[in-house]
């Protein structure tokens, strides 16, 4: 079954709207979760680490005002793009690693992600 | 940093044909390396895990290697179906960076029937 919920799995919605993401760890407790974004035909690149009880930590040209991460639980953290504008409509996925198998050992497990629209 | 680099970036094959895909990655200070599918507008599915100090990992008609020193992994895909069409991505951990992986451009794989 499912390791990693996320919703919702497609948004459509105004420029200018703020919209949420959540990203739920279902079999653990994950105190660290990763948020990627995806553009048509490219790959994955990682975005922010999100960290729970803590801030989290964006990659280079990531700006943090307008991806808010929240990670207020062990098993949630919610991504909210804000002001959103035509160019942020994208596939965005987050994902988990499972504690304690040491970090060798750590797959990493995916939401079915989220596909934003902005018109 | 870490570049991930994927080739070839689409295959197109009959069905029943045996192929390998093919990863190469620039720092060989790893974690370990993850092989993912992803089908159209879909999240990943996991395939694979080799952790660095192994060399290849097998499950049903998949097989994967991985030789960290020459910065190099390999997905070997037997009797290719219709079912297998999709793009297959593969993801290094870095050590020392932290816990996220960086991925490679995929490759887009179509067996045709």
Not at chain 1, 22 to 46: N, V
Not at chain 1, 87 to 96: A, L
Not at chain 2, 23 to 40: E, G, H, K, V
Request: charged share 15%; hydrophobic share 30%.
């Amino acid at each position: 079954g499912a390791v990693v919920s996320q919703h919702p799995s497609w948004v459509i919605c105004k420029s200018g709207t703020s919209v949420k993401i959540e990203c739920r760890s279902l079999d653990f407790q994950a105190t660290t979760m990763f948020w990627y974004r995806q553009f048509p035909k490219q790959s994955l690149m990682l975005m922010a680490t999100s960290n729970e009880g803590s801030k989290a930590t964006y990659e280079q040209g990531v700006e943090k005002d307008k991806f808010l991460i929240n990670h207020a639980s062990l098993t949630l953290s919610t991504l909210t793009v804000t002001s959103a504008h035509p160019e942020d409509s994208s596939f965005y996925i987050c994902s988990v690693s499972p504690p304690g198998q040491g970090l060798s050992g750590q797959p990493q497990h995916f939401g079915d992600g989220t596909r934003l629209s902005i018109l | 940093k870490q570049e991930v680099t994927q080739i070839p970036a689409a295959l197109s094959v009959p069905e029943g044909e045996n192929l390998v895909l093919n990863c190469s990655f620039t720092d060989s200070a790893i974690y370990n390396l993850q092989w993912f599918r992803q089908d159209p507008g879909k999240g990943l599915t996991s395939l694979l895990l080799i952790q660095s100090s192994q060399r290849e990992q097998t499950s049903g008609r998949l097989n994967a290697s991985l030789d960290k020193s020459s910065g190099r992994s390999t997905l070997y895909i037997a009797a290719s179906q219709p079912g297998d069409s999709a793009t297959y991505l593969c993801a290094v951990r870095p050590r020392g960076t932290g816990n996220q992986f960086y991925f490679g451009t995929g490759t887009s794989l179509t067996v045709i029937p």
